[in-house]
């Protein structure tokens, strides 16, 4: 090992940098760009700035050009990060200043041959790095990494259009070529090399498990084989991880919660099951094998290892990628992850979804569709609802991951019984019921989850009678909205209603008192009386009537609002609840939104092969009872006659009838449940008959006569 002190200048013209395979992506962000100019723009005249360690490996053969010159090349084996970003600084201050441009080529600091800059990043950002920071192509940046050079490029570009005003681009740039020394520690071979970056990847350096893991894969493959028999293997695969992880930067919203370290984990579980310690910690579960292995002697088994894994990781990549980009799915996975994705609180579920991606994905989507919809019943009802903690029930849904992933005899059903089960654990429906009658319910869970749930119950109000409002549900979710009380909580006495006033306080906070309401609205109007927000009077607007929100304008329907109208609301919402995120072995599928239904042609010329089969017991009631009428019929006589003859509990209202056309509209479209039943508004409630245009009632007859089940 030898040691010396250079300038930047002279270590660049000792000859080419590589960086390893096993190396980390490029890094910086901008407080470490920050940090780098202002130390070489406040450096004090005459004094040098120690620019840290660089260890490099020598490699055994020279770069040989076609005219026969020779040039060492050197691995970096640390301090790539800053070698790279002050080659990017520097190029960029050749673009503005000619006289930077003219010493720098003098110099052949950048380009000592044509083909190629002086330091080269990794396998997969080299090409982006020479043809297109340092060239003239307009590569697309496909890695985080990519990103990240591409804004350190443009970080420095803006810097020097406005440099401080006693500090000019060309002493910037002298400053970091000849005042800025490096201790320059040069290494004997590979193995050493390997062991010096495995050490300081130990030493607590901001390293992502997955950088660590490329690292040490790399290293246990060079000592397990003669010649590293599966480095480009290994190089191609994180290859494409890196660029799957694009997703963290420009995929959906969400994604951001998530990190490298998230989806090594998240992988983790589906790869090998689920223990504490190893799933916050594969890196050290796979060294510890690994190492086990070679200690044995068993370098096949070290090699196989290798294979599978990172095998495994890339495919897990893509799957990790498609959930966070929704729009690419296919319709019904697309507005179930939507959905989810809304909602938040993935990170237990995720290692499901990643499983069930992999399995299913874009080739079974409506099997995939249902999937993420029970994956949102569970997330609903146990975090959102209930409120548990964030760990629980992790290792159940880590487990239930890796039996999807591992044993291809389970099915959809069952995938779905496993996560019906693990939420009826925690908040099965009585539980679920009870929560959701909670006094204090405004109070035990979030304005962004209460709206969540409004927000599903006005889309379904809407359905009953045939109004499909865009559900801009993000929106919904965002600070322009909150949750309103509709008997105000600070009313005055004689504007609450006579059989509240002596229970007020035990009601006000109940599901049944709450709506939505924008955020201009509630401050506005939200401590009008009842009476006033339903109608408008002098100059003002605004009313429920009025309301975009079908969940607020369905308020103006009552004539007053006290114990008895809040109450049924409340059985209304609970009932939706229930129907909405059951506890069922089949789930009724992906909602497709109304976008997609105005330009939607009904794709059935018969009812779908398995509608019979998914229908609930509610929904074979209700279509039996239009079946027997055949005309039209109030929601109210319906909703008597399925609790009168069939003997199903049913709450009262337009929430009575939402839960059970729900099931229609999500399973096959919106564009169906309108094709299949009609409905209509009589100003007090709904009414609703079976569609004969499209000819389904005569296979309803022959398959629901009352000698029939679909069961």
Request: charged share 30%; proline share 3%.
């Amino acid at each position: 090992m030898q040691t010396r002190t250079e300038t930047l200048a002279s270590l660049y013209q000792d000859g080419l940098f590589d960086i390893p395979s096993y190396q980390r992506s490029y890094s910086w962000e901008q407080s470490q760009l920050e940090d780098l100019l202002d130390d070489l723009q406040y450096l004090p005249e005459g004094s040098s700035h120690f620019f840290g360690n660089v260890i490099l490996d020598k490699r055994d053969e020279p770069y040989r050009t076609d005219k026969g010159r020779q040039l060492n090349v050197f691995d970096v084996v640390d301090g790539q990060q800053r070698l790279t970003t002050a080659l990017i600084l520097l190029y960029v201050a050749t673009q503005v200043d000619d006289v930077v441009k003219e010493s720098v080529e003098t110099d052949n600091l950048i380009f000592p041959v044509d083909e190629r800059p002086r330091l080269l990043p990794q396998d997969q950002d080299e090409e982006y790095f020479r043809d297109s920071l340092f060239g003239d192509s307009t590569l697309e940046q496909t890695t985080p990494s990519q990103e990240r050079l591409a804004h350190a490029y443009t970080f420095f570009e803006a810097a020097f259009e406005n440099p401080p005003v006693n500090v000019s681009v060309r002493e910037i740039s002298e400053r970091l070529r000849y005042s800025c020394t490096i201790n320059v520690v040069e290494i004997e071979d590979d193995s050493e090399a390997a062991s010096i970056f495995e050490s300081l990847n130990d030493r607590g350096k901001p390293l992502s498990t997955l950088d660590k893991m490329k690292s040490f894969l790399m290293y246990m493959d060079d000592r397990s084989s003669n010649r590293g028999a599966l480095e480009e293997k290994i190089k191609q695969r994180f290859g494409g991880i890196y660029k799957e992880l694009f997703v963290l930067s420009n995929g959906h919203d969400r994604v951001s919660d998530f990190d490298e370290d998230s989806f090594q984990r998240f992988h983790w579980g589906l790869y090998d099951g689920y223990n504490a310690n190893e799933y916050f910690d594969s890196l050290g579960a796979l060294k510890t094998r690994l190492r086990r292995l070679y200690r044995e002697g068993d370098y096949e088994g070290v090699q196989a290892e290798i294979d599978a894994y990172t095998t495994d990781l890339r495919e897990a990549g893509s799957a990790f990628a498609a959930l966070f980009r929704p729009t690419q799915r296919p319709a019904p996975v697309e507005s179930a992850l939507e959905r989810l994705l809304a909602l938040g609180r993935l990170a237990n579920v995720l290692p499901v979804l990643m499983a069930a991606q992999l399995e299913y994905g874009d080739v079974a989507p409506e099997e995939m569709a249902d999937i993420v919809h029970a994956c949102e019943t569970l997330v609903f009802r146990m975090y959102a609802v209930d409120n548990r903690r964030s760990d629980t029930g992790r290792g159940r849904l880590v487990r239930l991951a890796h039996d999807i992933h591992t044993d291809k005899t389970m099915r959809v059903e069952d995938i779905l019984n496993r996560l019906a089960s693990i939420t009826r654990i925690y908040t099965a429906d009585d539980r679920f019921e009870r929560l959701l009658r909670d006094p204090e319910l405004y109070k035990s869970m979030s304005s962004r989850d209460v709206r969540y749930l409004l927000s599903h119950y006005g889309q379904e109000l809407g359905v009953e009678v045939g109004e499909y409002v865009e559900h801009d549900l993000e929106h919904i979710l965002s600070t322009d909205f909150g949750v309103e009380h509709i008997l105000a909580r600070n009313l005055d006495d004689e504007d609450i209603p006579e059989n509240l006033r002596e229970v007020f306080e035990d009601n006000v906070h109940r599901l049944g008192n709450l709506t939505i309401a924008s955020t201009y609205w509630n401050s506005s109007y939200g401590n009008l009386p009842f009476a006033e927000k339903k109608t408008a009077e002098g100059d003002r607007e605004k009313e429920y009537q009025s309301s975009i929100l079908r969940v607020q304008q369905v308020l103006a329907n009552y004539e007053e609002f006290g114990r008895d109208e809040l109450e049924a609301r409340e059985q209304d919402i609970v009932d939706f609840a229930l129907n909405e995120w059951p506890l069922t072995t089949e789930h009724d599928g992906a909602s497709i939104s109304a976008s997609e239904t105005a330009t939607h042609e009904s794709e059935y010329e018969q009812l779908p092969g398995d509608f019979f089969r998914r229908l609930t017991d509610r929904q074979e009631a209700f279509l039996r009872i239009l079946l027997d009428a055949d005309e039209w019929v109030l929601s109210e006589d319906i909703r008597q006659e399925i609790q009168n003859e069939y003997a199903l509990s049913l709450g009262t209202g337009g929430g009575a009838m939402a839960g059970i056309l729900s099931g229609f509209s999500r399973k096959y479209g919106r564009e169906f449940a309108r094709d299949l039943i009609d409905s209509r508004w009589t100003g007090e409630q709904g009414e609703y008959r079976l569609n004969s245009e499209y000819g389904y009632e005569e296979e309803l007859r022959d398959r629901l006569n009352p000698d029939s089940t679909h069961r």
